[in-house]
């Protein structure tokens, strides 16, 4: 199993904007994600802690605006990990938990 460095605070913010520059995300989603730079995560960890900011950071907004931001984790996984066998394995993942899920 991969082990994930995740980018530095000053790396990582732009990378985030890259993928989705939305006012809410950029406001609420981020400053989470920014607290998680530099840490280490595996594949799977990756997608639970997007996954869980999202829930949190989101839980009020409607279930359309959730559900764009969960499309969005794939984008997030390239621009968040550096290794693409990692990448791909953590986006391999997300495709198995969310392949039954309409979002």
Same mark, same amino acid.
């Given at each position: 199993m991969y082990k994930i460095v995740l980018p530095s605070r000053e790396m990582? *913010?732009?990378? *985030? @904007?890259?993928v989705s520059d939305d006012r809410y995300m950029v406001e609420h989603l981020y400053p =989470? *994600?920014?607290k998680q730079? !530099?840490?280490?995560? &595996?594949? %799977? !960890? /990756?997608i639970v802690m997007l996954d869980t900011?999202?829930?949190t =950071?989101?839980?009020? *907004?409607?279930?359309? /605006?959730?559900? !764009?931001? @969960?499309?969005? @984790?794939?984008? =997030? %996984?390239d621009a968040l990990v550096e290794d693409r066998k990692a990448?791909?394995?953590?986006?391999?993942?997300y495709n198995e /938990?969310?392949?039954? @899920?309409? &979002?």
């Open positions: 990582m *913010l732009p990378r *985030l @904007i890259e =989470f *994600l920014l730079a !530099g840490k280490t995560r &595996v594949p %799977v !960890g /990756v900011a999202i829930a =950071f989101m839980e009020d *907004l409607p279930l359309i /605006v959730q559900n !764009g931001a @969960i499309k969005l @984790i794939p984008k =997030f %996984v990448a791909l394995e953590a986006k391999n993942f /938990v969310y392949k039954d @899920i309409a &979002v």
